[in-house]
């Protein structure tokens, strides 16, 4: 059973020449009582993945489902 279920993840930071695309469609899915790393360069969104995870933040688009 999945514990976390994510779909197409977007988030975006600013507007105009100072946009960044932090995330651009993630998808993830984590079962339940196993062990998960999230890995990349500075800057690849492991933070922002991990506050819309976490409920902290709201993705510019997609969805997150925890415990359905
Ligand atoms: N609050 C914010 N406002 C504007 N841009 C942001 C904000 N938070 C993150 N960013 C930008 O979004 C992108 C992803 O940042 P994030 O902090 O999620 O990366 P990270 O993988 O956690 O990096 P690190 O390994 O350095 O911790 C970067 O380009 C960052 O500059
Ligand atoms: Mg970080």
Redesign the pocket.
Known sequence: MDMITARGLRKV??SGTAQ?Q?LRGADLDIAAGSFTAII?R???????LLHILGGLERPTAGSVAVCG
């Open positions: 930071y600013g960044v932090a990349g500075s800057g690849s969104g492991k933070t922002t």
